[in-house]
């Protein structure tokens, strides 16, 4: 079982800028949590494809330099026994960054 919760959907996402990415991955059988990065990928789908933005169930990471727009977010997580992935998606919007 995989879940996002940030950001949500329709969230906004700053070009360029850290933003906090928070999910959580599960096996099955056995319900147990899945915590290594190895097993888990953040990806951004632009015009050009996939971008990955980093691993783990939650961190911050940079928001790719996409145009304006409203862009599918995915949470990817493998359980390391059974070899089984599961996905969660959101759509959420890049926009400019200001600092």
């Known amino acids: 079982m995989v879940s996002i919760q940030r950001p949500g ?6 070009r360029g800028c850290e933003e906090v990415f ?3 991955a599960r096996t099955r059988p056995g319900d147990r949590p899945l915590t ?5 990928a953040w990806r951004l789908t632009g ?3 996939p971008v990955v ?4 169930p939650s961190g911050g990471f940079v928001v790719p330099l996409l145009p304006d727009g409203t862009y599918p977010l995915t949470f990817t997580a493998t359980d390391p026994d059974s070899g089984l992935t599961a996905t969660a998606r959101v ?9």
């Open 91 to 99: 759509s959420v919007r890049v926009v400019g960054c200001l600092r």
């Open 36 to 40: 290594d990065p190895q097993y888990t």
């Open 22 to 24: 928070a999910g959580t």
């Open 9 to 14: 959907a329709g969230g906004r996402l700053r």
């Open 47 to 49: 015009p050009d494809g």
């Open 53 to 56: 933005l980093g691993a783990g």
